[in-house]
């Protein structure tokens, strides 16, 4: 963006070059340090891609992880930005992944919410 303008400077997929499922977009945020992009993909892919973004506003990806349910509908990191949270619409759960707040780099907590059809996370104060 600038001077009024949005101008395009990148072109870059949300999934494995070899991925030939469907894929859907569903959620994208930027970590509250403005340096990881996360976006969600439905369909087949059922996947959370984490980018880095470049000083220039590029961004780079580094990491493609299973959000360990199926329609991942949104997602929200938590106030600390040590949590991210997945809400999976068919699958009836949220998934709490770790975030390292360093690499951007998602792990499975291992802790799951179950609820029926989740399809919003909002974190209040």
Wanted: charge should be positive; aromatic fraction near 8%.
């Amino acid at each position: 963006y600038k001077d009024g303008t949005l101008n395009k400077i990148q072109d870059i997929g949300t999934t494995a070059k070899e991925f030939k499922g469907k894929i859907d977009g569903a959620d994208i945020h930027i970590s509250a340090d403005g340096k990881f992009l996360y976006e969600t993909n439905r369909g087949d892919a059922n996947t959370i891609s984490t980018f880095r973004i470049l000083p220039d506003g590029k961004l780079e990806l580094t990491d493609i992880a299973n959000t360990l349910g199926k329609g991942p509908r949104n997602f929200a990191i938590d106030p600390s930005g040590k949590f991210l949270l997945v809400a999976h619409q068919y699958t009836n759960n949220v998934v709490i992944f770790n975030r390292n707040t360093l690499t951007g780099k998602l792990t499975d907590s291992g802790k799951r919410i179950e609820v029926g059809a989740p399809v919003c996370l909002v974190f209040t104060k």
